[in-house]
C-alpha cells in the first residue's frame, strides 16, 4: 500500500464536560402534552421512535478491532477506556450504557404511543403503514437493547439467559415493576412485532426515505434479525433479496469516488448522503462518538494491514477502494464515516450538542447476511456469489466457493493461520468449507462494519476469544462464553424500585 496516498487528519476537539443523564426509563411518564387524534400527528410522533444513541463506542472499543499504544499517547473519555478492558461503566453520561438504555426506552415509547393512537382511531386503513413502520421501531430498540445488554441469542441457551423488559404498550403509571424475562422471550417477542409489520409497509413512502423504516430498510432489519435467531436461513436469504435484489452490484457502495473528498468532513458526507443508494436507513444520534479518535487506544497499522481494510483476501488482494485513508499520527487509523456534525441549538453562545449520523442499515450489510445464510445453509457456491459482488466493489476479482476457502485454509511461510481465521465457539459443529466461508463473511463484515459496531456483534454471535494488550502490563483476554460480553444494565435502573436481575459478572 502507498503511504503517499494516506491522508492526514487533524485531531478531535478535546471532550466535552460532563452532561446529567436524561431521566431514566422505568422511572418517568411518558410525555402527554398533545393527544395524538390524527394520521399525522401519528407520523409526527414517530419521528421520535428512533433511538438517538447507538453504542458504538462501548462495540468498537470492546472489540479485537483495538489495541492500546501506550500511556505516551493521549487517551480518550474514560468510557472507551473502560470498554477496552471490558469494565462495568462507572459514569452515566454521553454514550454510556445508562443513555443507550434511556434513548431505546425513549424511542419504544413513542412507538407504543402510535400503536396506541391508531388502535383507539380504530386502524384506519391510511394509518397501517405508520403501524408497519411503529412495530418496527418497537422491535430495532429492543433488538438494539438486546444486543447490548444481553448475551448473544443461541437457541442452546436461549431459554436459560437474561433477556431484557418487552414493553409493548404506553406506561400508565410511575413505579411499575418489570420483569426481564428469558433472551428466548425477547427474540420471540421481536420476531412477532416484525411479522406484523412487514406486509404493513409495503410501498410505504416518505419524504426522505432513508431516515425512516421504508420497505428495504424494513426487509434489510429483518434479514439481520433472522440472521442473528438462526431459525431459518431460507427467511434471511429471502428478506435480503427484498431489500436488495438478486444481483445487488448497482446498489453497493462505491468508494472509487471517495478519493476526491480531502477532509473527513467531506467524506463523512459522502458517505452518509441520502442519495447514497447503499444507506436504507440513517439514524441520527447525539454522541461524543465524533470525538473520541485518539492515540491511546487505536487501530493500529498492524491491525489494520492484518485483519481490516488494507488486509489481503481472495486472489491475495487488497481492496483498491481503501488506498485513501485516515490516521492519528501514523498510531490510530481510521475511516472518517462518524465526524462530528455540531447543531448548534444557542446562536447567541454558540452551544450545542454534538452528533453523528448512523447507517444502521446498508445494501452492502445486507448482502453479508444473505452470503452468511447460504454458509450455514451449506450453499457454498451462493455465498461465493454474493461475497464475489462484495469483492468486485471493492476492486478485487470473484472467487469460486474453493478458492474463498483455500485462501483462509492457507498458513503463512512461519505456517501461521491466517489472521481472520479464529476459533468459533457456538455450540455448533460447522463442516470444514463452511468454517472457512464463515470466516470470509466475518472478515468482509469487519471490514464493511468498521466505526459502526458490526464487529462486536459478530464476535458476541460466534463466540470469539481473543486479548487485549495492555501498556506495561498483563494482557486481557475475552473468553468465548465471557459473562462481560452482556454490557451491565445501568446502575440507575438496577437500584430503582423492583430490583431488576444484574447481569452476572
Not at 189 to 204: M, T
Not at 292 to 311: E, K, M, P
Request: with cysteine; net charge negative.
Amino acid at each position: 500500500m502507498k503511504t503517499k496516498n494516506i491522508l492526514f487528519a487533524l485531531g478531535v476537539a478535546g471532550l466535552m464536560g460532563s452532561m446529567q443523564s436524561c431521566d431514566s426509563f422505568l422511572d418517568t411518564m411518558p410525555d402527554k402534552r398533545t393527544e395524538i387524534n390524527t394520521p399525522t400527528k401519528v407520523r409526527d410522533i414517530l419521528l421520535s421512535a428512533y433511538p438517538t444513541l447507538h453504542p458504538t463506542i462501548m462495540f468498537e472499543f470492546m472489540s479485537d478491532n483495538y489495541a492500546d499504544n501506550g500511556d505516551m499517547y493521549s487517551s480518550p473519555m474514560n468510557l472507551a477506556i473502560e470498554s477496552y478492558m471490558w469494565k462495568d461503566a462507572v459514569e452515566s453520561d454521553w454514550d454510556s450504557p445508562q443513555e443507550v438504555w434511556d434513548a431505546n426506552y425513549r424511542a419504544i415509547a413513542s412507538a407504543n404511543q402510535a400503536l396506541s393512537a391508531i388502535e383507539e382511531m380504530g386502524t384506519p386503513a391510511e394509518c397501517l403503514p405508520y403501524k408497519g413502520e411503529a412495530l418496527l421501531c418497537r422491535a430495532y430498540g429492543h433488538f438494539m437493547l438486546a444486543n447490548t445488554f444481553c448475551m448473544a441469542y443461541n437457541e442452546r441457551t436461549a431459554a436459560n439467559e437474561l433477556g431484557i423488559p418487552y414493553i409493548t404498550a404506553p406506561e400508565e403509571s410511575v413505579g411499575v415493576v418489570y420483569e426481564r424475562g428469558t433472551l428466548e422471550d425477547t427474540y420471540r417477542k421481536i420476531n412477532e412485532d416484525i411479522e406484523e409489520a412487514l406486509p404493513l409497509v409495503a410501498g410505504i413512502t416518505f419524504n426522505v426515505p432513508m431516515y425512516h423504516f421504508n420497505e428495504k430498510a424494513a426487509y434489510a432489519f429483518a434479514a439481520r434479525f433472522n440472521l442473528f435467531y438462526g431459525k431459518d436461513y431460507d427467511k434471511v436469504i429471502a428478506y435480503a433479496t427484498k431489500a436488495i435484489g438478486t444481483d445487488p452490484t448497482s446498489v453497493l457502495r462505491d468508494l472509487n469516488g471517495y478519493d476526491k473528498f480531502t477532509t473527513t468532513k467531506e467524506w463523512t458526507y459522502g458517505y452518509i448522503s441520502a442519495d447514497e443508494p447503499s444507506n436504507l436507513l440513517l439514524i441520527t444520534n447525539r454522541s461524543l462518538y465524533g470525538r473520541v479518535g485518539n492515540q491511546r487506544y487505536g487501530i493500529t497499522n498492524d491491525i489494520f494491514r492484518s485483519q481490516l481494510a488494507w488486509s489481503y483476501f481472495p486472489g491475495n488482494k487488497q481492496l483498491t477502494v481503501y488506498n485513501t485513508v485516515f490516521h492519528y499520527n501514523y498510531m490510530s487509523y481510521f475511516i472518517p464515516k462518524m465526524t462530528e456534525i455540531f447543531e448548534i441549538t444557542n446562536q447567541i453562545a454558540q452551544t450545542g450538542q454534538p452528533h453523528v449520523v448512523i447507517p444502521a442499515f446498508t445494501t452492502d450489510e445486507t448482502l453479508l447476511c444473505r452470503a452468511e445464510a447460504h454458509v450455514l445453509k451449506q450453499e457454498y457456491e451462493a455465498a461465493a456469489t454474493d461475497l464475489s459482488y462484495w469483492y468486485m466493489k471493492k476492486g478485487i476479482s470473484a472467487c469460486s466457493a474453493q478458492q474463498i476457502i483455500d485462501f483462509y485454509k492457507a498458513t503463512d511461510s512461519k505456517g501461521n493461520p491466517n489472521a481472520n481465521v479464529k476459533e468459533l465457539h457456538t455450540g455448533v459443529t460447522y463442516t470444514e468449507e463452511q468454517t472457512y466461508l464463515i470466516h470470509a463473511v466475518l472478515h468482509a463484515r469487519r471490514v464493511e462494519g468498521l466505526h459502526e459496531g458490526i464487529r462486536w456483534m459478530d464476535i458476541k454471535r460466534y463466540g470469539i476469544s481473543y486479548q487485549h494488550n495492555i501498556y506495561n502490563g498483563e494482557p486481557l483476554t475475552l473468553l468465548p462464553d465471557d459473562p462481560r460480553k452482556a454490557i451491565q444494565i445501568p446502575q440507575e435502573v438496577l437500584f430503582a424500585p423492583g430490583d431488576m436481575t444484574p447481569n452476572p459478572r
